[in-house]
């Protein structure tokens, strides 16, 4: 079974740039999250959606952050014009259910230079 | 231990020790995770403890659960240099279908 799959794996920004993050979710999975994990810290979450509805996004800056999942599969998260405090990696995961086990992909490093 | 706004913490020992990371946590919460990430990797479910448990086993590793203190542990005994790892608790907090994570223990196993 194909777990959680993302892209790029990789993005090298300067300030100001837009960019866009794709996640895939493990076949039948409702729930999706996105994490960012700064670097030598634990992830955090930033959003999350069961479905195609977003559940709690308090912690997502709004102003510059973005997050869609419209068909309650993929899911695009997308930084309108990054900043250097914006360089972590980038996770997505998922579950079923919003049960126990919640599954990560390899997730994508971001550097704002 | 960790938690708190510390940054990452760092354990090297030796390979065929035993070694303990503790987690204090803040939130209530009746089930504590512990994941492991892997460099270049996201953090993978290892083992999972609930309240009515107080102390649960997986091959090598051990997990214990305190909620009146509001602490787990993870131990793994005798360390092998797969086990280099860093390794994250997290809890349930603020519904069951969200986790968070604390800082992280760096382990280094060393040959």
């Known amino acids: 079974e194909a777990g959680v799959t993302q892209s790029p794996r990789y993005a090298v920004l300067q300030e100001g740039q837009a960019v866009s993050f794709w996640c895939d979710p493990i076949?039948?999975?409702?729930?999706l999250y996105w994490y960012q994990q700064p670097r030598d810290q634990g992830p955090q979450l930033l959003v999350y959606?069961?479905?195609?509805?977003?559940?709690?996004n308090s912690q997502l800056p709004s102003d510059r952050f973005s997050a869609v999942r419209p068909k309650g599969t993929n899911s695009t998260l997308k930084i309108q014009s990054a900043k250097q405090g914006d360089t972590a990696t980038y996770l997505c995961?998922?579950?079923f259910g919003g049960g126990t086990e919640v599954f990560f992909g390899k997730g994508t490093r971001l550097t704002v230079v | 231990s960790q938690w708190g706004e510390e940054n990452l913490q760092a354990l090297s020992i030796q390979e065929g020790e035993d070694v303990t990371m503790n987690c204090s946590y803040k939130?209530?919460?009746?089930?504590v995770h512990w994941y492991r990430q892997d460099s270049g990797r996201g953090p993978a479910l290892i083992i999972l403890?609930?309240?009515?448990?107080r102390e649960k086993r997986s091959g090598r590793l051990r997990a214990t659960l305190d909620t009146s203190s509001q602490s787990s542990s993870l131990s793994i005994t005798a360390a092998q240099c797969e086990d280099t790892a860093v390794y994250f608790c997290?809890?349930?907090?603020?519904?069951?279908?969200?986790?968070?994570f604390g800082k992280g223990t760096q382990l280094i196993i060393q040959p």
């Open positions: 995961a998922s579950s």
């Open positions: 403890i609930r309240s009515n448990e």
């Open positions: 959606f069961r479905d195609e509805a977003v559940i709690d």
């Open positions: 076949s039948g999975h409702d729930t």
């Open positions: 997290a809890t349930e907090g603020g519904g069951a279908d969200r986790l968070t």
């Open positions: 939130t209530y919460t009746t089930v």
